[in-house]
């Protein structure tokens, strides 16, 4: 199973595999680098994220549940902006 975990000061969430939510914390934890921040939320990864996961794609999910994958251009282009303010730290 495939959790999401968000970051403070981080555009994407970091992919961890885990069996349980408490697993899946403590890979977050060590996969945590500078810059990052605390860890703010972690969330199963929906269907078409594992999907994306399985084949070796970079997912791109927001805190707020939304994707810059999956979308109109405008969203996509929107995500890029996002993603450039936060430039620093990825």
């Keep these: ?3 999401l975990a968000f970051w403070r000061q981080r555009s994407t969430a970091t992919v ?3 069996r349980n939510r408490q697993q ?7 996969r945590q680098k500078q810059g990052y921040g605390g ?6 990864a929906r269907p078409e994220d594992a999907a994306l996961i399985r084949r ?7 805190r707020d549940g939304s994707s810059p994958q999956f979308g109109s251009a405008a969203e ?7 993603r450039s303010r936060y430039r620093s730290w990825l």
């Design 1 to 3: 199973m495939f959790y």
């Design 16 to 18: 961890v595999e885990a």
């Design 24 to 30: 899946a914390r403590a890979r977050a934890m060590a």
């Design 39 to 44: 860890l703010v939320s972690l969330q199963q």
């Design 56 to 62: 070796g794609v970079w997912v791109r999910r927001r």
């Design 76 to 82: 996509r282009q929107r995500a890029r902006h996002q």
